[in-house]
């Protein structure tokens, strides 16, 4: 039964690993993207005569604003990933319990027995002595 | 002549030990001295915790006890998992948008724009960002519910469980008492059952209301499995020999 909980740890340990390995790979990879885009973006106003101006402004902005709403939306995706994957492992280690509290009682349950039996045999011994 | 503890207790208790009745009073007395002894051992509480404590037993409250203790202990530390990923998430996009919102001003300013261009851009834009932030925090939320809805389950299904032992380990508790007074009873029974079937000592009285005859009889049979005489009744007829 150790080496159950010993896994199931594990896993919770493994799951805070991944997620910390997801989220700083996303930060790195939305860094890129968005300066990719906000390239991409200037480089297509420029294409089309429009320079630094308030209309480029805005379009710097909606495009920036595009983008954020992107990475809110992921992180709160990787975010919801993890509390899944955690209760998951949550579930387990309930179930876990509740098996080893079961076995403890049936261990339990046996020994009495034994000793209910001593104690009738030893009563019936008594019995016997008094005659 | 000294006499035996049994025999003391029969002559303080008034039972001649010669009679069947005394021989089954006394069987049953005993029987009923032990099955007593052993109902109240059992029923005493510091008795059964004692027994426990001998035979290297945990109590059922314990194990139960230890149970729900670990299993709220996880639970616990669930939730502390799920607020702090809830935090750091909130707390990476609202990090963002601040950044965002520094980028705007930095980048109206670079181009020569006053600064109530640069304003009413970071305005705009921290409130189109509201909306994003919203839809993540209710997504975090949607997500913690789902969560807490599975770990609800599993603690429903163990509390259920919980019930169920604390009332079968009631049950293995009355029936283990009932056990061994069955098996006290049940020995008792059988020394009783025994002790009335049994066959009673061989015992070949000497009276001086003997005949010569009957003396003679005796002396030649042999010494086995002789039934005992009643001198009241008719003796045992033997055809005499007749001497030619």
Known sequence: MNDALAAINQQYADINNYYDQANTAFESQYKSYYGQNMTDTVNSMAQNDIFESPVSEKALNRQRQALTEQYSQAKSTLAGEKMSALGSVNAQKISYYQNLASLQLQQKTAKRSGIGQLIGTGAGLAAMALI | ?244
């Open chain 2, 1 to 244: 002549m000294a006499t035996s503890p049994d025999e003391s207790l029969r002559n303080i208790l008034g039972l001649n030990k010669d009679t069947t009745a005394a021989k089954i009073a006394t069987f049953g007395l005993g029987g009923i001295v032990g099955g007593g002894l052993a109902l109240s051992w059992l029923q005493n509480q510091g008795t059964d915790n004692t027994l426990n404590r001998i035979f290297g037993i945990k109590s059922t409250a314990s194990i139960l006890n230890k149970a729900t203790a670990n299993i709220q202990g996880t639970t616990a530390e669930l939730n502390n998992d799920l607020a702090k990923i809830g935090t750091d998430t909130t707390g990476a996009i609202k990090a963002k948008e601040a950044e965002v919102k520094t980028q705007i001003s930095d980048s109206a300013k670079a181009r020569g724009l006053n600064s109530e261009v640069a304003n009413a851009a970071q305005q705009q834009y921290g409130g189109s960002l509201s909306g994003a932030y919203a839809t993540a925090a209710r997504a975090l939320a949607q997500a913690k519910a789902n969560v807490r809805a599975t770990t609800g389950r599993a603690m429903s299904s163990y509390y259920q469980g919980l019930a169920e032992s604390q009332f079968k380990d009631m049950v293995q508790r009355q029936a283990e008492r009932a056990g061994i007074l069955g098996q006290i009873g049940g020995l008792t029974g059988a020394i009783i059952k025994q002790s009335m079937t049994k066959t009673p000592d061989i015992e070949i009285p000497e009276t001086k209301t003997q005949s010569p005859t009957q003396q003679q009889v005796y002396s030649q049979l042999p010494p086995t499995g002789i039934p005992a005489l009643d001198t009241e009744l008719n003796p045992i007829q033997i055809p005499m020999r007749t001497e030619a």
